[in-house]
């Protein structure tokens, strides 16, 4: 086989690679990875809240077959853009989001992995999800939203 044949057989492999099978990997497997990492690596943050706006993403497919999903947008001062879904619900995301949105400082429980990540997340548009949100502070009692059922207050 002539070696400009080769080359050429060679250089079209690694484009193919380059453009396909890494975007692939990238846009599939990696965030696969990530959410199975952030499941067994949770790590607690405190930021300060500025805002907090109630949302509702919904997803489709080509077939026409689609879910909505409430959730809660989170911005903060110094730890970027979080998502709070777990424990939302149609009766409380309201008064979760006015709990939210009255600011000061909060204690989330997030995945590891993406916290690490967020700021290439950011970048990409995907928020770090919130497993649990617990206002920080002295008190003896603090507001918790999220982790399914245990919205309220309770014992520090």
């Given at each position: 086989?002539?070696?400009?044949?080769?080359?050429?057989?060679?250089?079209?492999?690694?484009?193919?690679v380059v453009f396909l099978v890494v975007?692939?990997?990238?846009?599939?497997?990696?965030?696969?990875?990530?959410?199975?990492?952030?499941?067994?690596?949770?790590?607690?943050?405190?930021?300060?809240?500025?805002?907090?706006?109630?949302?509702?993403?919904?997803?489709?497919?080509?077939?026409?077959?689609?879910?909505?999903?409430?959730?809660?947008?989170?911005?903060?001062?110094?730890?970027?853009?979080?998502?709070?879904?777990?424990?939302?619900?149609?009766?409380?995301?309201?008064?979760?989001?006015?709990?939210?949105?009255?600011?000061?400082?909060?204690?989330?429980?997030?995945?590891?992995?993406?916290?690490?990540?967020?700021?290439?997340?950011?970048?990409?548009?995907?928020?770090?999800?919130?497993?649990?949100?617990?206002?920080?502070?002295?008190?003896?009692?603090?507001?918790?939203?999220?982790?399914?059922?245990?919205?309220?207050?309770?014992?520090?």
């Amino acid at each position: 086989m002539d070696r400009r044949v080769l080359r050429g057989r060679v250089v079209a492999a690694l484009l193919l690679v380059v453009f396909l099978v890494v975007p692939a990997l990238f846009l599939h497997v990696g965030p696969i990875t990530l959410k199975s990492y952030d499941a067994g690596h949770q790590i607690k943050i405190v930021c300060s809240v500025s805002s907090a706006e109630s949302s509702t993403d919904s997803s489709y497919s080509s077939r026409g077959v689609g879910a909505s999903t409430l959730g809660i947008a989170i911005k903060t001062e110094d730890c970027g853009p979080l998502a709070l879904r777990w424990g939302v619900t149609g009766a409380n995301i309201e008064q979760t989001t006015r709990r939210l949105d009255a600011g000061g400082r909060w204690c989330f429980t997030v995945g590891r992995g993406s916290y690490e990540l967020r700021d290439l997340l950011h970048r990409v548009r995907q928020a770090v999800f919130v497993r649990e949100a617990t206002r920080c502070g002295d008190a003896a009692a603090v507001d918790r939203v999220g982790g399914g059922s245990r919205i309220g207050a309770i014992p520090t």
